[in-house]
């Protein structure tokens, strides 16, 4: 079985700053993770993925996940917040020898002027 | 190359109504999935298919909702007939295998409202 945490369903930050979203993940095999991003009235874009080897990986727009094995752990960061970062994100896990994914409940991300 | 596409984009029925979606995956996918997305929460896997096999269906409510692949390209999913609680967002997406490492690319979705 597998399941994904996301701690705060809505973060606020100021153009600029430090975005932080968090994920956690329990997974009864090695995961893969993936962050989307998800536009209003739009489909899910996928920001990064993790599969294997460096767990620290890099996406588009900027963002970067890490993969924390001990902390089951792999949340999204971004050193400096535009306001188009506007949207709901999602992390996803997939575990199975299919790419059944199962997503959090999603992140809000406000960005203020 | 063209994104998953989806039709149509809005949906409001009345309640009991049959209503159907569709869903045409990028070209040269073999996997195509729908999804379930509730309103402030993520999406949930409905039925998945590897060409025309819907190899896992097991939250699908079969009592009322069907899907079909022909051809092992576009996808028909079904909902008769339909009740308040199936007002969400259903959303198809498609990858080129069906590995857990695949990326699943999604369209823009079907917005279904039940009055």
């Known amino acids: 079985a597998q399941s994904v945490t996301q701690l705060g369903s809505h973060v606020s930050v100021s153009e600029g700053a430090l975005v932080l979203l968090r994920c956690n993940y329990s997974?009864?095999?090695?995961?893969?993770l993936f962050w989307y991003v998800q536009y209003p009235n739009q489909g899910l874009q996928l920001l990064l993925k993790?599969?294997?080897?460096?767990?620290l990986v890099k996406g588009i727009n900027g963002f970067e996940a890490e993969f924390k094995k001990s902390e089951t752990s792999f949340h999204l960061t971004k050193p400096s917040a535009h306001m188009s970062d506007a949207a709901e994100y999602f992390c996803?896990?997939?575990?199975?020898?299919?790419?059944?994914?199962?997503f959090g409940q999603g992140t809000i991300l406000t960005v203020h002027p | 190359e063209a994104g998953v596409v989806q039709s149509p984009r809005y949906k409001i029925i009345e309640k009991k109504q049959p209503v159907a979606f569709w869903c045409n995956p990028i070209?040269?996918?073999?996997?195509l999935y729908w999804y379930l997305q509730n309103l402030g929460q993520g999406p949930e896997l409905l039925i998945r298919?590897?060409?025309?096999?819907?190899?896992?269906d097991s939250q699908l409510p079969k009592d009322r909702f069907s899907a079909e692949r022909l051809k092992g390209v576009d996808s028909t999913l079904k909902i008769q007939p339909a009740e308040l609680g199936d007002s969400a967002v259903y959303l198809c997406?498609?990858?080129?295998?069906?590995?857990?490492?695949?990326?699943?690319?999604f369209g823009p979705g079907t917005r279904l409202l039940v009055l």
């Open positions: 997406a498609s990858s080129r295998g069906s590995g857990p490492q695949e990326t699943q690319y």
């Open positions: 996803a896990v997939s575990g199975t020898s299919y790419g059944k994914l199962t």
């Open positions: 993790y599969t294997t080897g460096a767990t």
């Open positions: 298919y590897e060409n025309e096999e819907a190899v896992d």
């Open positions: 997974s009864s095999v090695p995961p893969y």
């Open positions: 070209s040269g996918h073999n996997t």
